[in-house]
C-alpha cells in the first residue's frame, strides 16, 4: 500500500490540524535487565526452552504496521496503531 509521507491531521499539543511526518515504527532492542525481560528468560527455561509447543501453521499472513505521525509544528509525536498490511511504501504527495 502506498501511503503518503506528509498527512494533514489532528494534532492534541496544538489542539488544530497540522501536517505530520509519517515514519514506519520500529521497536527498539530489548533491555536484558528490565523486569519484564527478566521475567520472560525465567519463564523460557524448562522443557526444550519453550514454554509451549511450536506452532506449526499461522493463522494470519500479514503483520499490523505501527505508523509514528510527528507533528511539524510542535513536534509531538504518537502511533497510528495497528494497519495489517502485507507491504508500506512511503510516497511524496501534496497535502
Not at 533491555?31 to 520472560?40: A, D, F, K, N
Not at 493463522?59 to 507491504?87: M, N, P
Amino acid at each position: 500500500m502506498k501511503f503518503p509521507k506528509k498527512i494533514r491531521t489532528y494534532c492534541p499539543r496544538c489542539k488544530t490540524h497540522t501536517v505530520h511526518t509519517v515514519a514506519v515504527y520500529k521497536h527498539g532492542k530489548r533491555r536484558t535487565m528490565s523486569e519484564g525481560q527478566r521475567r520472560y528468560m525465567r519463564k523460557q527455561e524448562g522443557y526444550g526452552s519453550k514454554r509451549r509447543p511450536e506452532q506449526k501453521r499461522y493463522a494470519k499472513v500479514t503483520k499490523k504496521v505501527v505508523l509514528r505521525i510527528s507533528c511539524t509544528e510542535c513536534g509531538y509525536k504518537r502511533h497510528i496503531l495497528g494497519i495489517r498490511l502485507k507491504k508500506i511504501e512511503l510516497v511524496e504527495k501534496h497535502v
